[in-house]
Each structure stands twice: as C-alpha cells, then as structure tokens.
C-alpha cells in the first residue's frame, strides 16, 4: 500500500530549505546506499530484549557506530538490557538537546513474515503481485522513496537512530556545526515496559538532562506531516483468568450443568464497555487533566485523517464516533488483546474448559496512577459477582464460591505530558517546519505508550515526541516496514533539530 496523503484543505507557501539543509538533502542523496547498509546491518542483529546476548551486540554495536560520529559512548548494564549513553560536545553550544532512542524490539513468529526472515532485511519495491524483493546488494540505481524495507524494528525504533547518525554525518561533511551540545540515551527494555529505566535515570539523571528532551519513536501523523508530540500515554496490562470445574469436561456428558468460564468471561469482559465503547468501569474516566485551550487548537489544525484510515485499515465502523481520533487519544482506553481457553482449529476438543483467561492493557493519560486504575478493574470483576482471587483455587475456595477469578497486574508506568507554551517548544516547531517546508502536526499526547514521564516528571526536563515513520508499518507484528522516504526526511528532520538557533 502506497504511502497515505491527505489534504488539509489549506493552501501553504512552501519555503525554500536553508542552505544547510540544501547541503544536507544533497549530501544525503549521494549516500543513500551506505546509509542503508548501516541501518541493514543493525536490522540484522537480534533484538528481543528476553536474549541478553544479542541485547549485548547491540549494544556494542550501537557505541561503536557513536564513536565513529566523535561521541564518547558508556555501556550502563541494567537488570535487563543494557542502556547505552553518549554525549558529544559542541563549541559555542546555545544548548544541550538529548535525544532518546530504543534499540530492542518485539518478538517474533518467522512463519509469519512474507518477505523473508525478520532479521534478514529486504527491500520491497511496491505493493502489487509484480513486486520484487531486493536485498541490499541487488540495489542498483535510483532508490525509489515509496519502496519499504522489511525487518524487524525497521520502522520501531532502529530507523531513527540509523537517521540521526546520517544527519550528524550529513553536518559534518558540509561543515556546519552543531548548535547544541548532544546527549544521547538508548535503552533496551522499552518493548518490554522500560522496568529499569526509571533507576537509570535517578542514577545518571546529571548525564542525560538537557534544555530539552527529544524521545524519536512512533509513526508520523497519517497525514504524512512531519509529528511532534508533546506527550505519550502511559499503559498497564492486567490478565484475567476464570476459573470453571478442576478439569475440562465433556461438553455432552456436562454441557448445560457445569459453569462454562469461556462465557463467564465473555460477558465479564462485555460488561466493562456499553454499546458505543465507553467503558463502564466505575472512576475509570477520573482523574484525567483536561486539554488546554492551545491543546485543543493543535488538534483542530491536524487535518481529518479517519475516512482514510478506515479504508487503509479495512472497517466501516468506528467504536465510538463522538469525538475525532486524536481527542481520544487524551482519553484512558480499556483494550482487549488476546483470549484463551481450551483449544481451537484442527486441535479443538469437544470440551467445557476448565479455565478462560483474557489479557486487556489500559492507555493511560496524565495524573491517571497505574495502580489506581487496576483497582478499579478489580473492582469492576468482584462487582459482577466474582470472587477475586490472589492465587490459584484451591478445593475450598471452589467450595465457596461459584465464580472465582484471578486478576493479575502486569507492569505499568504512568501518562507524561509538556506544556505547548515553553519558548523551548517554539524553536522546536519552528526548526521542523522549516525542514518540511510546511506545517507540522502537533499532538498533545501521542496514542501510543513510551516512559515519557521518566524525563518529564521523574528528570523534569521538558520533553517533547518526534514521529518519523510511517503509519502503516505494521510495528509489533509481522511484516514491519519502512518506507524510505520517511527515512530521508528524518534525516532533515534530525539535522534542522541539530542546528536550530
């Protein structure tokens, strides 16, 4: 599928680039092969954070490629991954700018990928039946932007790292200087909900802090515009398991008299959302901060992008259509993201289940507390008549009491968010919109998760989002792509940030 464009409807002049990011672009378009076999060789090396020795190559990798951009780089071992810190200082700096970074990804299926293995990255050169598949050393000639590159964290979030490398190594090469003194953080555990991330930063906080912090992760707008986040939800996932007989049973001898928890939990899990999606989970919507006046205006000015969306994405109907796409994205969301009891497909049995289990994550936004938010969905549980448990059931619990469910957290970290009105955020949007030569989107709180609030609350530094990739880029699932054009404007992206006044 071809990149996706909207029209706003308003009619920009579209400025020239300045002379740096002329030198830039032209330096860039010289070296668009090396600046893909960089990133295919990072694309090559194993992420998933559960291999600590792939995490370790990584991580090696990553300081060496620093180091050849005249950072001093240090390997931070964590309880998981390891985080990576770098900083390289620049003459007459006006500032120190921060930039954030992960390098692990999620896991993955091999037999789900249609273009080859996830860690062997491939150029696609189109959608259609008549696409090729080109590897790095098949690529000859002009690179068409609209092609994709497949490979795990090819778009999330080793792409942007792949870009700010070139955009240090576009400046050098013209002879323009730096206008801030750059710190670099990367961190191996995002993908697995940053647990150590938060101790790192009180540790080394003097090491990482900056005039501003810039977190590069996420797709761009649909709209195709350059995206600047002023924030990012949190998340916290929670698994449910109800419990029916000690064992499976037949469903002939015992269907109709012994309690089935697949249905039990259907309806558990029906009863915490009403026919037009809200969730009906008492305080669930408490707490939320309201969205400024210049909040809402930035949201106003970001072109409409959910016809298209649902005909990209293959629906006619959205869950709750009172209000547009990016509003709810300030807005807690209760998400259901895999069930299980008993077995299906060619394996299934005729069988009550002894046991239903649904894993839900809850988006979180600003001030709304992790743990709080669990204890209203367990309370939500025990309020439809379940006995909630803290460990499996044992004979006389089940004796007891003719529901019982187990509600387990998983995780979690809060909703961070920046203020739109800091001087700082200014020079921000005014850098990028130079570089794209247009209007930029800007989001007070990005839909997905990242440990925003660590540097904005926890480092109180301001903190602002910068999406690159493109939408549809399937990230955490099979098939995850790069559209090189994104690439390259990262590039220019990168570099206005690297010289803004």
């Known amino acids: 599928m071809r990149y996706l464009l909207i029209a706003c409807g308003v009619v920009v002049a579209l400025a020239a680039p300045d002379s740096t990011l002329t030198q830039v672009r032209t330096w860039r378009t010289q070296h668009e092969t090396a600046i893909l076999r960089e990133l295919f060789d990072l694309l090559s090396l194993p992420n998933v954070a559960i291999n600590q020795g792939d995490m370790a190559r990584n991580a090696d990798a990553l300081t060496q490629m620093l180091a050849r951009r005249r950072f001093t780089a240090e390997i931070l071992p964590t309880s998981g991954s390891p985080v990576v810190l770098a900083e390289r200082r620049a003459p007459n700096a006006v500032r120190t700018l921060t930039f954030y970074f992960h390098y692990d990804g999620q896991p993955v299926d091999p037999r789900e990928w249609t273009h080859g293995p996830p860690f062997t990255p491939v150029v696609v050169t189109g959608p259609a039946a008549d696409a090729r598949t080109l590897t790095l050393a098949q690529l000859t000639g002009p690179i068409d932007g609209e092609w994709r590159i497949y490979g795990r964290s090819s778009s999330d979030d080793k792409s942007p790292i792949v870009a700010f490398l070139a955009a240090i190594d576009a400046l050098d090469a013209s002879a323009a200087p730096l206008t801030s003194t750059v710190r670099v953080i990367l961190e191996g555990d995002e993908e697995a909900g940053s647990p150590s991330l938060d101790a790192i930063v009180r540790a080394h906080g003097d090491r990482m802090r900056g005039d501003a912090l810039m977190m590069v992760d996420g797709p761009r707008h649909a709209s195709g515009r350059t995206t600047l986040n002023f924030g990012a939800r949190g998340v916290m996932a929670a698994v449910i398991t109800v419990y029916g007989a000690n064992r499976d049973l037949h469903s002939g001898n015992y269907g109709n008299w012994a309690p089935n928890p697949a249905l039990a939990l259907a309806r558990l899990l029906a009863s915490m959302k009403d026919e037009r999606g809200r969730v009906t989970i008492a305080g669930f919507y408490d707490d939320v901060v309201p969205l400024t006046a210049a909040e809402r205006r930035a949201i106003e000015e970001i072109p409409d992008v959910e016809p298209s969306l649902m005909r990209a994405f293959g629906f006619s109907r959205q869950e709750n259509a009172s209000q547009r796409l990016e509003l709810w994205h300030n807005q807690p969301a209760l998400n259901v993201n895999g069930l299980e009891s008993g077995t299906v497909g060619g394996q299934g049995r005729t069988i009550i289940p002894a046991t239903a289990s649904a894993r839900l994550d809850t988006r979180l936004v600003k001030a709304i507390d992790p743990a709080r938010q669990f204890e209203r ?63 930029i989107v800007r989001l007070p709180t990005l839909g997905g998760s990242l440990p925003f609030y660590v540097f904005s609350d926890v480092l109180k530094v301001p903190t602002f989002g910068l999406s690159v990739v493109n939408f549809d880029n ?20 990168m570099a206005a940030l690297l010289t803004m006044p």
Not at 477 to 483: A, D, Q, S
């Open 377 to 439: 969905i367990v309370a939500h549980v025990r309020a439809q008549g379940f006995f909630v448990a803290d460990a499996e059931p044992d004979a006389a619990m089940r004796a007891a009491h003719p529901w019982i469910a187990r509600v387990t957290r998983v995780g979690g970290y809060p909703a961070g968010r920046t203020s739109m009105d800091l001087p700082i955020a200014a020079s921000i949007v005014k850098a990028l919109s130079d570089a794209a030569a247009g209007p």
């Open 474 to 493: 399937n990230q955490h699932g099979p098939n995850e792509n790069l559209r090189i054009q994104n690439l390259w404007d990262a590039v220019e992206s």
